[in-house]
């Protein structure tokens, strides 16, 4: 099983997320991750002029986005700008693509959220196209193109990768049909998340792929110190005020909040990865195990955790979880 980190993306100082990706380079992480949200302050709004950031400043990991909001975009713009990051950091890019759900997003940029899936249809193979070929015209119900040209080219051949995020059936259908992986977010319990890997094995059968060659990628929130009433003390409500600030804020298509008062106990149950090492080891293995995981991405930061204690946790996940995978 891969690692990648999903560093802190919050906050008016991106030097933090540079050193922490640099540090997870360091420690042997496979991957480092940016997301998307607007209107938000758990999330930064770009990732791929983060992602070209980090690059300048790493060498081997692997630049992901989970996921960029394709539906809010131009193709021509993102097989663009995708394809610079891929250049600039030598080969290293994985788009990762999803449709969204926030409506207030959507209305923001102008775009009606009831046509997300229709434009995530028409905007994937156009950017495939863009990529690999010299001149494209294209004219669809959302995108027109005309002799379009992609230069420089992504370095990666045929193209870069693109993971898909989404938990309605047409979206792990969509990933199942034109994508490398499907990539699932880290508000979900692990029986919802196992329902998504089904789906997503049936759908590339259904498409005439092999089921058993696609990725299936997890991103989770984790926090690992010394004891486990050390990490909730330290972790528990920043952890909480992110699930209220970005998961539970807006009409998720599968998570639903839990009623009443929510405690960390009952939010990290079967969701969050939290406690001393032995303890994170062991409900590692039951992710892996039970989804047949290919790839995990940790995020160990989150708003009001103190600096010096994400980095502990950061540590101790290097240290002492990590090599029980290797």
């Known amino acids: 099983m891969k690692f990648g980190l999903s560093p802190l993306q919050a ?26 949200h607007h209107n938000n302050r758990t999330l930064y709004p770009a990732p791929l002029i983060g992602l ?17 909001l394709l539906p809010l975009y131009h193709p021509l ?3 663009e700008e ?29 775009v009606s959220i009831k046509e997300r899936g229709s434009r995530m249809d028409e905007a994937v193979p156009l950017i495939q196209r863009l990529w690999s070929e010299d001149k494209v015209t294209h004219a669809g119900r959302h995108y027109n193109v005309t002799s379009a040209t992609v230069s420089p080219r992504p370095v990666q051949r045929p193209r870069p990768p693109i ?16 994508g ?25 059968g259904d498409a005439g792929r092999d089921p058993d060659t696609g990725e299936v990628a997890l991103m989770r929130y984790v926090f690992v110190a010394e004891s486990l009433e050390r990490a909730r003390a330290l972790a528990g409500a920043p952890f909480i005020r992110s699930f209220e600030d970005t998961y539970f804020r807006w009409p998720h298509p599968v998570v639903r909040r839990p009623a009443g008062t929510l405690t960390i ?18 409900q590692l293995q039951r992710f892996r195990k039970e989804l047949a995981l290919g790839h995990l991405v940790c995020r160990v930061s989150a708003p009001g955790i ?19 995978f290797a």
């Open 11 to 36: 906050g008016g100082d991106f030097a933090e997320t540079i050193r922490e990706c640099e540090q997870a380079e360091a420690a042997g992480f496979d991957s480092v991750w940016l997301g998307e």
């Open 52 to 68: 070209a950031a980090i690059a300048g400043r790493t060498r081997k990991v692997r630049l992901g986005t989970a996921v960029l």
């Open 77 to 79: 713009a993102v097989a």
């Open 82 to 110: 995708a394809a610079m990051v891929d250049m600039i950091s030598a080969g290293r890019l994985i788009l990762g693509v999803g449709a969204g759900y926030a409506p207030e997003e959507f209305a923001a940029f102008g």
């Open 163 to 178: 993971w898909f995020g989404g938990w309605v059936e047409p979206a792990i259908r969509r990933a199942g049909r034109l």
């Open 180 to 204: 490398e992986a499907w990539l699932g977010g880290p508000s979900a319990r692990l029986d919802e998340v196992a329902a998504c890997v089904r789906l997503y094995r049936e759908a590339r």
């Open 265 to 282: 106990e009952r939010l990290a149950e079967d969701r969050i990865i939290l406690g001393d090492p032995g303890s994170c080891i062991r």
């Open 306 to 324: 103190p600096r010096d204690a994400a980095m502990s946790s950061l540590d101790l996940l290097t240290r002492e979880v990590l090599p029980a």
